[in-house]
């Protein structure tokens, strides 16, 4: 039986990834703060069905001699290295901790990696955010980096370490460059699950007003289900590589609005507020991505549709919002 490690368990994409690595026969084990081990209802809720079939190991990222300890006990098949501090627009407030956290934590997991179990397979969580202030239109693995964030600076130090520590001690260790991924499961400061979060208070008659930052920003938005199947897909090859994972499509911030706020049979402008106590200091227009060798490569391609992906995320937070106040479902809507 594979042995996989996997950081960031608790978010989004470590709850999807333990799901597929378990129905794929996988032991998972999962690297978690000790103070989510205290409070597993608010810092385990994505992987609360499946915790019975998991192992937990308190470490921290800012502690080498804690994640060595839990590398050297387990030593894994494949690690799988995606926590971070991943709010871009908290990595102005604090760069700092988003800085200390994201390098230092990558360098700590592949030292970890390469002194204790120096034939676990690596895979390194990078970002669309790397690429920041494009040069082109769509993006791909030979685009140039131009970080306009903490975050996306943190993440190409990540990148270049780990293709520092593929190449120097011949580590089996790929990148994923990631675009944005969402689900149900997103974290409720993430704009799109900020809207549909909202919308449903709207709805549900509990609130009647959305304050958003730059409505124009254009983002390739895919399924974080379907993402975690690259991550998997790049620990089976034979030779470690990098590769960009995305839809190829490119919608704005608006359009996801106007397609949330339809399936619900309102109009966004009806209750969107600009607000520019939002907007980020220095922004990304457009990210769109272009998967072409992952589809060569590794055989996966995206097939789920934007629209799909929007209703699924208000259909859930219309429960959500409903069965956390006790209100009907049917409230609000005239029904």
Known sequence: MKKALITGITGQDGSYLAELLLAKGYEVHGIVRRVALE???NRMWRIRHLQKDLQFHSASLESYPSLFK???????DECYHLAAQSFVSYSFEDEFSTLNTNINGTHHVLSTIKEAAPDCRFYFAASS???????QVPQNEQTPFHPRSSYGISKVAGFHLTQNYREAYRLHASCGILYNHESPRRGFEFVTRKITHQLARIKLGLDNQLRLG????KRDWGHAADYVQAMWLMLQQEKPDDYVISTGACHSVREFCRIAFSHVGLNYEDYVVVDERFFRPAEVDILMGDSTKAGDRLGWRYSRSFEDLVNEMVDSDLKFVSDKCGIGATRGTGA
């Open 214 to 217: 730059n409505l124009d920003a």
């Open 129 to 135: 955010e790397m690429f920041g202030k494009v040069t």
């Open 39 to 41: 409070d597993p209802e």
């Open 70 to 76: 839990v590398v050297h006990r387990i030593r894994p």
